[in-house]
Structure formats: C-alpha cells, structure tokens
C-alpha cells in the first residue's frame, strides 16, 4: 500500500505556500490534514473556502457534528482535532465522550447528535422519526442543509484522512467501543 507524507511549505504550489503561512500565523502551526489537501494545488484553497463559509449552525453545533461524524467514520484524525476544538467551543469532556456515543445532555443538540450519525451511518439516508424530532425541537429547513453541508466537509476529511494515514498531529482520542 503507498505510504502518504506530509508535503512541505517548499513542495506545495505557491498559493498554498501563501495559506501555509496564514495557517502557520493564525494556529501556530499547519495541520497534517490540512498540508495533505496542499497535494491538490486548488484543493486547500476550495476547501477552507467551503469550510469556513457562513452556517446557521452554532460554533457548538457544528463541532458536535463534526465529533459524532468523524465518529461514525472512524477517523482518528478528526476525532482527535475535534475534542480539542470542541473544549475551545465550551463543551466539557464528559459532553464530548456523550457526543462521540451519540448522544447529548442537552435535547436539542441531542437530536442533532443522533441525526447526524444517522445520515451519516446511512450515507444520506435517514429515519423520518429522527428528521421529525429534529424538527420539533426548532431545527428549520436552512438548518437541515447547513447539517448536511457540515456532513460532507467533515466526511471529505475522514476520508482523506482513513485513506493517507497521515500522522495525527494533535493528542490521540481515546478509543472508544461505538458501534452505530
């Protein structure tokens, strides 16, 4: 099987050379995940793009998608940037052990939680019970495609990143025994 590396600011094309030093500025360092679109020389770009645009979803919301998501897909690499960027986002351990077992305190963001997985376990398919209780908790219809828009920036990097095994360059997540 072919092993991937990291690519180097010095290897990447110019333009990504430029969003290695905003990255490098703005985090202190380049995440592997994110130097490993830079193989791409429009990828990181495109990506970040779409990643960072405008979302209904809350900073809180979008991590517990981002968590459960990575969960479901079984990537560590996410799994292990999310729990640190989820503790930035206020939620404490406990909260993000419950997230990554598919569920939350909290019953709206419960059911999100569990929507999530579901659409994502199903591969865009989902129970109608759980649509309807996301619904019922106040969830709207630009909500419903932001959460799916959120699925697929995050299942992109669990792909990537299940397929590279490039190095996780954050603390390692614990294993957890989930089966969805």
């Excluded at 209780?133 to 909500?143: L, S, W």
């Amino acid at each position: 099987m072919r092993t991937f590396t990291v690519p180097t600011r010095e290897v990447v094309a110019p333009k990504n050379q430029e969003i290695f030093d905003q990255l490098q500025k703005a985090l202190g360092f380049v995440p592997n995940l994110y130097a490993t679109i830079a193989y791409s020389a429009n990828g990181l770009e495109r990506f970040l793009a779409y990643q960072n645009a405008k979302t209904s979803l809350t900073n809180k919301e979008k991590e517990a998608v981002n968590l459960i998501v990575s969960q479901v897909n079984n990537c560590e690499y996410c799994q292990s940037a999310h729990l640190v960027l989820g503790k930035m986002n206020g939620f404490t351990d406990e909260q993000l052990f419950e997230i990554r077992t598919g569920k939350a305190t909290d019953a709206k963001l419960n059911t999100l939680v569990q929507l999530a997985s579901d659409i994502t376990k199903n591969r865009g398919y989902a129970t109608p019970e759980l649509v309807e209780a996301f619904f019922n908790q106040g969830y709207t219809n630009e909500n419903l495609v932001d959460l799916i828009l959120q699925i697929s920036d995050k299942t992109a990097m669990n792909y990537l990143h299940n397929l590279t095994k490039i190095p996780v360059d954050f603390p390692v997540a614990p294993k957890l025994e989930v089966t969805f």
